[in-house]
């Protein structure tokens, strides 16, 4: 069977920045499993996974656009720490979920600056802007479950796909 859209692919990686520092990895040998077509995992790698097949190795080598995008300046904020209500000790590297200014969802943001009573906000994945290194390992390819096809996601039975619009409060069975 060959990756293409709406199966699920499980596969092992290693992910690395142009240091070649390791930023991220399956983990214990647990393959990250997704659903191929669905942008579940960054674009570049979705692409170059398409028509790949079970024991399949591959080095993927991603600019920031087809990875996590670019760094969007737009996204970086400054703020007062009042805004944080209920935090003790606001730090850098904290994240918070935070309200969209339309009221129509949430986005997290990381701090990356506390300045007296000014904090820095950023609402960019923390990988946007880099250029990454997958090598990665195909370990399985199923069919998608209508479920999984009506939801736009994978889930399995280790655990919750951690949706709580999906699957009620974290809980699969519900």
Do not use: W
């Amino acid at each position: 069977m060959q990756i293409v859209d709406h199966k699920v692919v499980s596969f092992e990686y290693s992910l690395s920045n142009e240091a070649g520092e390791v930023l991220d990895s399956s983990e214990d040998g647990k393959p990250l499993l997704y659903l191929h077509g669905e942008e579940n995992i960054v674009p570049g790698l979705e692409l170059a996974l398409e028509g790949k097949s079970v024991g399949d190795k591959l080095k993927v080598s991603l600019e920031a656009a087809d990875a996590y995008g670019e760094l969007d300046p737009a996204m970086i904020e400054t703020v007062s720490a009042d805004m944080f209500d209920g935090v003790d000790n606001v730090e850098v590297g904290m994240e918070f979920q935070a309200e969209l200014p339309d009221g129509q969802g949430f986005q997290f943001v990381r701090i990356t600056e506390v300045d007296g009573d000014n904090v820095t906000v950023d609402g960019n994945h923390p990988m946007a802007g880099m250029s990454l290194h997958f090598d990665v390992k195909i370990t399985d390819i199923r069919e998608a479950t209508a479920e999984e096809l009506e939801h736009g996601h994978v889930h399995n039975d280790d655990d919750c796909c951690g949706e709580k619009e999906c699957c009620g409060e974290g809980n699969c069975s519900d």
